[in-house]
């Protein structure tokens, strides 16, 4: 099971970046899919989650519409579209198998316990400067 994080780079506040998160060894039926994201000095924190039924949670903080994951089956691809950078969405972004796939709140939100996943895609760095 591996999963390959890309798509990360320069951008300008207010720009838009789409990260891919390309799995092997499973295929998305079989695990969730979440994306993450640690800035320096921070811990990391969930932004998103895809189950294996296709069916999208965020948590609290990152619900809003400037986050928006989905996945392409034929690919085995998960994605993570942004957009309306922020400086504070400097990060490094990484995505990473469910073992709950997607467990969520009363109110729908993403649930996460950073205890509760598998295999770890290996970053990308998204850098929001002017």
């Known amino acids: 099971v591996q999963l390959q994080a890309f798509g990360g780079g320069l951008v300008r506040p207010g720009g838009s970046l789409r990260l891919s998160c390309a799995a092997s060894?499973?295929?998305?039926?079989?695990?969730?899919i979440g994306w993450f994201r640690q800035a320096p000095g921070k811990e990391r924190e969930a932004i998103s989650c895809i189950n294996t039924d296709g069916g999208t949670y965020y948590t609290e903080s990152m619900k809003g519409g400037r986050f928006t994951i989905s996945r392409d089956i034929a690919k085995n691809t998960v994605y993570l579209q942004m957009i309306n950078l922020k400086f504070e969405d400097t990060a490094v972004y990484y995505c990473?198998?469910?073992?709950?796939?997607?467990?969520?709140?009363?109110?729908?939100?993403?649930?996460?316990?950073?205890?509760?996943?598998?295999?770890w895609g290996q970053g990308t760095e998204v850098t929001v400067s002017s």
């Open positions: 990473a198998t469910d073992l709950l796939n997607c467990p969520y709140d009363y109110s729908g939100n993403y649930y996460y316990n950073l205890k509760n996943y598998g295999a």
């Open positions: 060894g499973f295929t998305l039926d079989m695990d969730g």
